[in-house]
């Protein structure tokens, strides 16, 4: 279920999208320039340790296959190189959790991450994996950019070499329009976004490495709905609890931000569609956030793909159980921001 809202916030709610009154100004926030994934000098990335576009293709409708009809594996359209953009659904329920990995070709965990989360979704038996399926709708894309993941960069590459994380407004990339379109049709009410962090090697006033950072808006909170602010701020909240206390985790929030061309972000702002179509076909999330994993590297893929798997499958079990609606979310504004410097520092 869609969760309903008392009138008078949702007024307020309306008021705000509309420009009537103005929320707080953010606070002075950091910036920091985006582009994962952060690795130290003379770090080698072994590809061969994660999955590329084939054993991805193989692995999901493996996963199809054995999942007894949970899962739905098809393809939203092809990228520039004419790879499948695959995603799967699986799930019953009313709230449509879009779930999305790999924007960037070249941050590479969160795609084996995400056919984990679906191994576990399309086979177990666990109650709350039962509610799970019978409360939320999941569309899941393991890689959004095949592209880019083949060549390991962090753009897509055909007709031209576009951060496909910039591009909800132009929609100059085939990637663009066909995820789009799905979008569209599926109308989510909340996002996930799975990357890696740049430069962000440290907890902010301590020696603590940052392992894992969090993103609550990737636009201004001004520019967002009082209750799109709030609910992103529940769904960071409840992301980080679940990683706390899982090995030596240290998170940080992400800086500020303000980037009107990415895919979540117009996910949250509206206002822009593909060459013939309609902004007002697409329906605004109720929010979106995104999480950025330190690092890349074969020695501790485990516990890397682990920080996108807890937190997002914490996410869908609050978000089941409805426990997400009411979580508190003030430890939020507590949190440290990342130090500003190259990785190995
Ligand atoms: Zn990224």
């Given at each position: 279920m869609r969760k309903r809202l008392p009138l008078a916030l949702a007024a307020a709610g309306s008021l705000l999208a509309a420009g009537l009154i103005t929320t707080t100004p953010a606070v002075a926030e950091p910036t920091m320039n985006p582009g994962g994934p952060c690795l130290q000098e003379n770090q080698t990335v072994m590809r061969s340790s994660v999955p590329d576009y084939r054993a991805m293709e193989r692995q999901l409708l493996n996963i199809e296959k054995n999942s007894k009809g949970r899962v739905k594996v098809a393809s939203a359209g092809k990228s520039g190189e004419g790879r499948e953009l695959y995603y799967a659904t699986l799930g019953t329920g009313d709230t449509v959790i879009w779930l999305q990995a790999r924007i960037h070709g070249n941050e590479l965990h969160s795609t084996e991450s995400v056919l984990q989360i679906l191994q576990e979704l399309g086979s177990s038996g666990s109650p709350s994996v039962k509610q799970i399926l019978s409360e939320l709708t999941i569309v899941a894309i393991p890689m959004y950019n095949p592209d880019g993941a083949e060549a390991n960069i962090r753009q897509s590459t055909t007709p031209n070499r576009q951060d496909l994380n910039r591009d909800w407004e132009r929609f100059t990339q085939p990637e663009s329009e066909a995820f789009w379109h799905l979008f569209v049709e599926k109308a989510p009410s909340i996002a996930l976004d799975l990357h890696h962090m740049g430069q962000a090697p440290r907890v902010a006033g301590t020696d603590?490495?940052?392992q894992f950072q969090i993103g609550a808006h990737s636009v201004d909170p001004s520019r967002m709905s009082a209750d799109q602010w709030k609910l992103a701020r529940q769904l960071s909240e409840v992301s980080i609890d679940a990683i706390?206390?899982?090995?030596q985790t240290h998170v940080a929030k992400y800086p500020y931000i303000d980037i009107t061309g990415g895919v979540i972000s117009r996910m949250i702002l509206g206002g822009t569609a593909p060459d013939g179509f309609s902004p007002s076909m697409q329906k605004n999330v109720d929010a979106a956030i995104f999480y950025e994993v330190r690092s890349v590297g074969q020695k501790s893929n485990g516990y890397l793909e682990q920080l996108f798997t807890r937190p997002v499958m914490a996410v869908l079990k609050a978000a089941a159980d409805g426990s997400l609606y009411s979580s508190?979310?003030?430890d939020y504004d507590r949190l440290s921001y990342a130090t500003n410097a190259p990785c190995g520092a």
């Open positions: 603590d490495l940052n706390s206390g899982y090995g508190d979310w003030s």
